[in-house]
């Protein structure tokens, strides 16, 4: 049974790196780690501190993400295999992906089985607040923050002398070289190739992956070439494929047979495979009952999520309700009271009154706010799951309790024996 | 929630124990990444870190740079009419690869402006933009951006790749599609311009005009203030281009568009025959079962 009853007001950011220190590791980040986006419009992505989190803490933590992981795979084999996909039309998923799922809709082969899964990640965005740790959203598709989870947190620990909390880049390309190696062929990297900041982290994967002798190929999905039931890649059979191409996006795409084999029949080992989208709805807790799951950790964590049409109007304008798109990403279109200007709030209040079934309202909890010098700092801990262990986290700063692209990127570290001190501990004695 | 102590004061500590405070130095780069190292050089003195505009200098072609061919300087270019007088002006520069860093060297020696850098697309064999030129021509100016007299505060000149999104040669099988866009957050705000008080800004584009992605950066700084004025290079003529002339830009396709980048990259998709990024599919043949 999940305790959401731990209280997380222990974390606290550290004393900022100076500025030539900062600078230093900055260049780092780019060249050692593919961090090719250190600015975003005015904001510089990397802040300049750690932040500290109690080892207690993180074991909680991994352990919350570890089931939330095994609940979320429940809920997807569930959907997978719901007759006629009805409980899967609630979700606000688009059409294509729906039929590229849909078992009828394989070449007439009913018994068609989804994709083969490869090593399966998953991230888990925890926020510390007045209720205890408390979870927004999962992204179990394609989630981001590899470089900034391993690569740049490796820099601030070893700036710290200090611990990261798992190494989650690592980790993947552990899984997936040994997932490659098994099925005997080169690794297939898939992303969005318009996207320098997607191919900066397929670069760093495939770092990863060279220096496990694996060869990784970083492509766009429709380079991928379906023989059999087998993805090739330059007439070349493929081990395993790493999905970075958001999987509503994939099912728009004018490619045939192999992005449909994507989500449906392919025996090449993909993480993560094309159906994962289907667990990333946030309309999902509108259905735990109706399937039947065992969620206990999610209805722990997840704040009360209902359907917009069932709040008065006067309720969803108040101060308890934050609206959110079905599929929404990076913090993108959310309606949070004293977070989103007003005009906005409006537009995307009107927008969920007229297609509710894209959207969902969730309760809001209070984020406990972290204190440096800039002023108060909004935490978001991204727990990164690789089948079903806890493997890092992926850390954001944000200056509003509205987490979204402005959000800085922060390392988050474990404290050592004289960073582990709280103000209200006595000191250790040497 | 943190006390006002702060959180990392030393505490008593025995001998060589780690400190809690803030390190001052960090370790040098390891040896074995110096395969990075020319790239980084490069990077380096194209953004410097005394200049506040070196913060969003893309470094994408020199994280990749493995080696650049010396290339000759181009005649100097005369800009020195472009620029409208007065005030402190930003400057982009939107030409054909190579050429957007002759320009732009220009008016860093001409007329003390800083470059950056902001071409966002990958190296890659056999692809549809071939971005070496352009890495050649960084390199081959390097030294003589390094002697120029830049102050801190100089404005900055952008410097963009205008065949980003249509290169010369279509697309084919077995090249690789390496096409990228500009977005707004890939340059300053209109805010952080008028900040440092620049309240103009100067493109310098081809004939063809200005992408839509650009638009969007410039409809925004319109918006905050910022007059924009526009300047044709005239290609056939190394050594002069049009007057300065004010620009008014209208609102551009897809402005504000919750799915813009979505969309922008959906419609470059479409627009290909292999896929964006990707190289061009060569036919292969299946095993059979009608799945190829």
Same mark, same amino acid.
């Given at each position: 049974m999940a305790d959401a009853s731990t209280s997380p007001s222990a974390l606290r950011l550290g004393q900022p790196l100076p500025p030539a220190a900062l600078s230093t590791l900055?260049?780092?980040?780019?060249?050692?780690?593919?961090?090719?986006?250190?600015?975003?419009?005015?904001?510089?992505?990397?802040?300049?501190?750690?932040?500290?989190?109690?080892? =207690?803490?993180?074991?909680?933590?991994?352990?919350?993400?570890?089931?939330? =992981?095994?609940?979320?795979?429940?809920?997807?084999?569930?959907?997978?295999?719901?007759?006629?996909?009805? =409980?899967?039309?609630? #979700?606000?998923?688009?059409?294509?992906? #729906?039929?590229?799922?849909?078992?009828?809709?394989?070449?007439?082969?009913?018994?068609?089985?989804?994709?083969?899964?490869?090593?399966?990640?998953m991230r888990f965005d925890f926020h510390p607040t007045t209720e205890g740790w408390r979870v927004s959203e999962v992204n179990c598709d394609v989630p981001g923050g590899y470089v900034e989870a391993s690569g740049v947190t490796a820099l601030f620990a070893e700036a710290y002398g200090a611990k990261p909390t798992g190494d989650a880049a690592g980790a993947l390309a552990g899984a997936v070289a040994r997932s490659a190696r098994a099925s005997g062929g080169d690794v297939a990297l898939v992303h969005a190739t318009a996207y320098s900041d997607d191919r900066q982290v397929m670069e760093y994967l495939a770092r990863r992956l060279r220096a496990l002798d694996v060869v990784a190929h970083p492509c766009a999905p429709d380079a991928l070439a379906l023989v059999g039931s087998e993805a090739h890649l330059f007439g070349r059979r493929l081990g395993a494929l790493v999905r970075f191409f958001p999987a509503e996006w994939l099912a728009e795409l004018r490619s045939g047979p192999m992005v449909r084999a994507l989500f449906r029949g392919l025996r090449t080992p993909a993480t993560n495979p094309g159906a994962a989208l289907l667990a990333q709805s946030k309309r999902l807790p509108l259905l735990w009952d109706a399937l039947g799951v065992d969620v206990p950790t999610w209805r722990a964590l997840l704040p009360e999520t209902r359907d917009p049409r069932s709040i008065d109007a006067s309720a969803l304008a108040g101060d308890d309700w934050v609206l959110k798109p079905a599929l929404g990403r990076v913090g993108a279109d959310i309606a949070l009271p004293g977070a989103t200007p007003p005009k906005e709030r409006a537009q995307i209040t009107k927008e969920a009154r007229r297609r509710p079934r894209e959207w969902i309202a969730q309760r809001c909890f209070t984020t406990l706010p972290l204190s440096c010098e800039q002023g108060a700092r909004y935490p978001c801990l991204g727990v990164f799951t690789l089948d079903g262990k806890a493997v890092g986290v992926y850390g954001r700063l944000s200056a509003t309790p509205l987490v979204d692209h402005r959000a800085q990127d922060v390392a988050v570290l474990l404290p050592g024996q004289f960073q582990e001190q709280s103000p209200e501990q006595p000191q250790e004695e040497g | 929630m943190t006390t006002d102590q702060p959180p990392d004061a030393p505490p008593t500590a025995p001998p060589g124990a780690p400190s809690a405070a803030a390190p001052t130095s960090l370790p040098a780069t390891p040896a074995a990444l110096s395969v990075h190292a020319e790239g980084g050089r490069l990077f380096d003195v194209w953004a410097p870190e005394t200049s506040p505009w070196s913060a969003w200098a893309k470094p994408v072609l020199f994280a990749q740079l493995t080696s650049a061919r010396p290339t000759p300087a181009a005649e100097p270019f005369d800009v020195a009419a472009a620029l409208p007088g007065g005030e402190p002006t930003a400057v982009i520069v939107d030409l054909p690869g190579a050429r957007s860093v002759h320009v732009a060297f220009a008016f860093a020696e001409l007329r003390g402006l800083r470059p950056v850098p902001l071409y966002n697309g990958v190296h890659a064999h056999d692809a549809l933009l071939d971005n070496e030129p352009i890495t050649d021509a960084l390199h081959s100016y390097h030294q003589r951006l390094l002697a120029l007299p830049i102050e801190d505060t100089a404005p900055p000149v952008f410097m963009l790749d205008c065949i980003r999104m249509r290169p010369?040669?279509?697309?084919?099988?077995?090249?690789?599609?390496?096409?990228?866009?500009?977005f707004p957050q890939d340059l300053p705000s209109g805010h952080a311009l008028t900040d440092r008080g620049i309240k103009r800004a100067l493109v310098v584009g081809a004939a063809e005009g200005v992408g839509n992605d650009l638009a969007h950066v410039l409809f925004r700084w319109q918006e905050l203030g910022v007059e924009l004025w526009g300047v044709q290079d005239r290609r056939d003529t190394q050594s002069a281009m049009s007057a300065p002339a004010k620009l008014t830009v209208q609102t551009p396709d897809n402005f504000r568009s919750l799915l813009y980048r979505a969309a922008s990259a959906m419609g470059l998709m479409r627009n290909s025959a292999g896929g964006f990024g990707s190289r061009i599919p060569v036919q292969v043949q299946s095993s059979g079962g009608g799945m190829g």
């Open positions: 900055r260049r780092r980040a780019i060249f050692e780690c593919c961090k090719w986006d250190p600015q975003v419009e005015d904001v510089s992505t990397i802040a300049p501190m750690p932040l500290w989190l109690p080892r =207690h803490e993180w074991a909680e933590l991994s352990r919350l993400a570890a089931a939330l =992981h095994l609940e979320t795979l429940a809920i997807e084999r569930a959907l997978l295999l719901d007759p006629g996909a009805a =409980h899967a039309g609630e #979700l606000a998923l688009p059409p294509a992906l #729906l039929r590229a799922l849909a078992p009828a809709s394989w070449l007439g082969r009913p018994g068609a089985t989804p994709a083969a899964d490869g090593p399966r990640v | 010369t040669t279509g697309p084919a099988p077995g090249r690789f599609d390496n096409r990228w866009m500009v």
